[in-house]
C-alpha cells in the first residue's frame, strides 16, 4: 500500500471512531496502532471525571475504564482493572495485562494465571476470597517491560484499589511490581522472604508465576514465601477473633 493510500485509510478509521465515540458520548482521544508518537497528543492526561473520589471499585473502575493517560491507553483491546473480593484480606499485584488479559479484560487468565490460581488453592485460598490486580492496566506491547511513566501514570488506579479493598496483606508478584510498590531496584532475591511494609500493609514479595514456568528453581522459595502469607493470614485472622468484644460465650 502507497504511503499516501496508508494515511487515507488512517484518516478515514480515525474520522469514524471519532463519529462512533461523539454519538456515545465518550471523551476518549483515539489513536490508530501505528500513528502513536507520530503526532503530537495534546490531549494524553485526559480522564474523564479526574476530579471525583471514588468511593466504590466500579466507580474506580468507571472513573478510568477510559485512561489515556499514557499511550498503552491507546493500544488496549481492555483496561484490565482488577478481580475477586472488593473487601479482600489479600491483595495479589501482578505486572501488567498480557495477551489473554487484554482480550478478556481480567487480569491472570492465561498460562500464568492458571499457575497463580493453583498456587492459591495450595494455600486453601480462592480467586474469588482474595483480589488480583495489575501494576498496569493496559497490556504493554509484545509484553515489554512496564515504563517508568506508564508505572507513575498507573500508579493512582493501584493506590485507590488498595485504599477501597483495605487489603491486611499484599503479595507482589515479581521484580516489576516488587520494585514498583517498594520503591527499590533490588532484586526477587534479596526482596522475597520476609514481611515489608506499604504505607501500613505488610507486603511480601515472591517470584512470578511465568517465572516459574520458565525456572523450576523458584518452585521451592515460592511455595517457602506463600506458606507463610498463609501463616500471616492465620495469625492476623485468629487475633481479629481474639479482639475484645468480639470472643463467643
Ligand atoms: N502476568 C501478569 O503480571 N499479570 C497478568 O494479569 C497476567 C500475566
Given at each position: 500500500m502507497s504511503r499516501q493510500a496508508l494515511l487515507a485509510d488512517l484518516i478515514r478509521e480515525t474520522a469514524e471512531v471519532v463519529k462512533q465515540e461523539g454519538e456515545q458520548g465518550l471523551e476518549t482521544l483515539y489513536m490508530p496502532a501505528g500513528l502513536e508518537g507520530s503526532l503530537p497528543m495534546p490531549e494524553r492526561n485526559r480522564r474523564s471525571r479526574p476530579d471525583t473520589r471514588a468511593d466504590t471499585l466500579d466507580a474506580l473502575y468507571e472513573k478510568y475504564h477510559r485512561c489515556t493517560?499514557?499511550?498503552l491507553g491507546f493500544r488496549r483491546k481492555h483496561f484490565v482493572f482488577g478481580s475477586g473480593n472488593e473487601n479482600a484480606d489479600v491483595m495479589f499485584v501482578g505486572e501488567a495485562?498480557?495477551?489473554?488479559?487484554?482480550?478478556?479484560?481480567?487480569?491472570?487468565?492465561?498460562?500464568?494465571?492458571?499457575?497463580?490460581?493453583r498456587i492459591l488453592n495450595a494455600i486453601d485460598f480462592t480467586r474469588d476470597e482474595v483480589y488480583i490486580t495489575n501494576i498496569l492496566k493496559c497490556r504493554p506491547p509484545n509484553n515489554r517491560d512496564p515504563q517508568p511513566d506508564e508505572i507513575d501514570a498507573c500508579d493512582a488506579i493501584l493506590k485507590e484499589q488498595i485504599r477501597l479493598v483495605q487489603?491486611?496483606?499484599?503479595?507482589?508478584?515479581g521484580r516489576v511490581?516488587?520494585?514498583?510498590?517498594?520503591?527499590?531496584?533490588?532484586?526477587?532475591?534479596?526482596?522475597?522472604?520476609?514481611?515489608?511494609d506499604y504505607h501500613g500493609?505488610?507486603?511480601?514479595?515472591?517470584?512470578?508465576?511465568?517465572g516459574l514456568l520458565h525456572n523450576p528453581a523458584y518452585k521451592r522459595p515460592t511455595w517457602e514465601d506463600v506458606q507463610m502469607l498463609r501463616k500471616e493470614y492465620d495469625r492476623i485472622v485468629q487475633s481479629d477473633t481474639?479482639?475484645?468484644g468480639s470472643t463467643s460465650p
Open positions: 493517560a499514557c499511550t495485562p498480557g495477551a489473554n488479559e487484554d482480550e478478556q479484560g481480567q487480569p491472570f487468565v492465561g498460562a500464568a494465571g492458571k499457575l497463580l490460581t487489603p491486611r496483606l499484599i503479595c507482589a508478584l511490581a516488587a520494585q514498583a510498590l517498594l520503591k527499590e531496584n533490588s532484586s526477587i532475591r534479596t526482596l522475597r522472604g520476609r514481611f515489608h500493609v505488610k507486603l511480601l514479595v515472591t517470584y512470578h508465576p511465568s481474639k479482639a475484645p
